[in-house]
């Protein structure tokens, strides 16, 4: 269709069906736009909020949770969400009150599996069967096998990474310059960077002289990518793709100084359970 109806009202006008759609069709649209502009290619993202309870993990990727082992069910946080239904309409779903999941097996974080979200869409029904002009629109939140995150209906919340304690939460997500795993990232620059000031002269960057014979020079170009880095998570919201290609390219950037590089892939963790950062660490045959 090479065409779309736009609402606009006139006095006197006729309100006919086309109308009535063109009015339908506008949260889609705006929200279409929004999240296409935002996060291009993805069919999903949490604006706010959806974090499971539990403390901050010390290892694996931003964002990696631990959950109570002692709690029959993951604890989800309120929280807004944009999703596509089934017929690929954006809507807007926002969860006001704490949500009990339980978990699938008794083993509770230990099971590997993803907890997500899909939107459910139900048709509004007054007494007598009469059906009127609206939908009922609700979250339905479970678990599912890990390989299933991919399909485009289920927004991930949370997805064991496989060492039975930890599961990695940031997917498709906003995180605002204020949030836990922003300072948690900017903590552990700060120890990158004290590394890049105490590493030895070596590497392969180093060994072909790529910025001269100049250490100094080495690490200062090293810890000017961390301060950059830094100041870019500190000056916007981000989502889950830029933090992805922000360390994609720090760690390109750190290979300067070699030992640094490593060191921020040891933030990462495995490839397993990296989840979306994965992308950051080096392909097969990569130095």
Not at 263 to 272: A, K, M
């Amino acid at each position: 269709m090479s065409f779309f109806h736009s609402f606009r009202p006139k006095e006197g006008a006729v309100l006919d069906q086309d109308s009535l759609q063109a009015i339908a069709d506008i949260p889609h649209r705006m929200l279409s736009v929004y999240l296409d502009s935002l996060a291009p290619e993805t069919p999903n993202i949490i604006l706010q909020g959806l974090e499971i309870a539990g403390g901050w993990s010390s290892g694996g990727p931003p964002g990696t949770k631990n959950p109570d082992p002692q709690s029959p069910c993951v604890v989800l946080e309120p929280g807004t969400a944009v999703l596509r239904d089934a017929s690929g309409e954006a809507v807007l779903l926002e969860i006001k009150e704490r949500q009990y999941i339980e978990w699938p097996t008794s083993n509770g974080p230990k099971v590997y599996a993803a907890l997500v979200m899909t939107p459910e869409i139900e048709s509004v029904e007054l007494a007598g069967g009469v059906v009127v002009a609206r939908d009922k629109v609700r979250a339905k939140i479970g678990f599912v096998d890990v390989p299933l995150i991919s399909r485009p209906q289920y927004l991930p919340l949370a997805v064991s990474i496989g060492n039975q304690k930890d599961w990695a939460t940031d997917f498709r997500r906003i995180y605002h310059p204020s949030h836990d795993v922003i300072n948690i990232l900017l903590k552990r620059f700060e120890d990158l960077e004290r590394s890049v000031w105490t590493a030895e002269p070596q590497g392969n960057a180093w060994g072909s002289e790529v910025l001269g014979k100049n250490w100094f020079r080495y690490q200062t170009v090293a810890a000017a990518s961390l301060q950059a880095t830094r100041s870019m998570l500190l000056t916007y919201p981000t989502t889950t793709m830029d933090r992805v290609c922000m360390l994609k390219t720090l760690r390109q950037q750190l290979l300067v100084v070699e030992q640094v590089s490593t060191e921020l892939l040891q933030l990462i963790g495995s490839r397993d359970g990296a989840g979306p950062y994965a992308d950051v660490l080096p392909k097969e045959g990569e130095a």
